[in-house]
């Protein structure tokens, strides 16, 4: 799940945290920002470098499951269903000691990741538990998350958007 959050935000969205920003352009920037936000995580495919190209290719990727974050609507679903098929997503075991992945131990780095995220995302909300993929709820914030509350009511992707909703608020309450 981690690794479908990591492609959106750093791909896909436009505004966070208040800000407008620009998603990495083609290429190098693409490819620099993933392997900054994936430092400390482990990723699937570790051993094989993250090269340009497909830095751009994830970035279709991440545009292709962003709307399902934030709602179900039937076109979301099928956009998953296809990226599921497209990246040949299949449990596999790999590696020793084994480890599960959901796509061909020959697949490449992006069918790889591809396909790891769109089956998280897929058993999220085969599961009955969709309404925890989260799109912030801050103005001018795009970013998403996977919602872990136990009752499923976080709303913000942090505390900077949350305190800026809640002094809003505010303001909003003093003037009226």
Not at 111 to 122: C, E, I, K, N, Q
């Amino acid at each position: 799940m981690e690794l479908a959050v990591i492609l959106v935000n750093e791909l896909a969205v436009t505004r966070a945290r208040g800000r407008e920003v620009t998603p990495p352009a083609a290429g190098e920037a693409r490819r620099a920002a993933l392997e900054a936000a994936a430092a400390d995580r482990p990723l699937p495919r570790a051993g094989h470098p993250l090269t340009c190209a497909d830095a751009d290719r994830l970035a279709e990727v991440a545009a292709e499951v962003r709307p399902v974050f934030g709602g179900q609507a039937p076109r979301s679903i099928a956009g998953l269903n296809a990226a599921l098929v497209r990246h040949s997503a299949v449990p596999s075991l790999y590696g020793d000691p084994p480890m599960l992945a959901f796509h061909h131990a020959d697949a490449d780095v992006v069918d790889g990741w591809a396909a790891d995220a769109a089956t998280a995302l897929a058993m999220v909300i085969g599961v009955g538990q969709g309404v925890r993929l989260r799109s912030c709820e801050a103005d001018a914030c795009d970013l998403v998350f996977f919602d872990v509350t136990r009752n499923a009511s976080r709303r913000f992707c942090g505390l900077s958007c949350q305190n800026r909703a809640k002094a809003s608020a505010y303001r909003a309450r003093r003037r009226a």
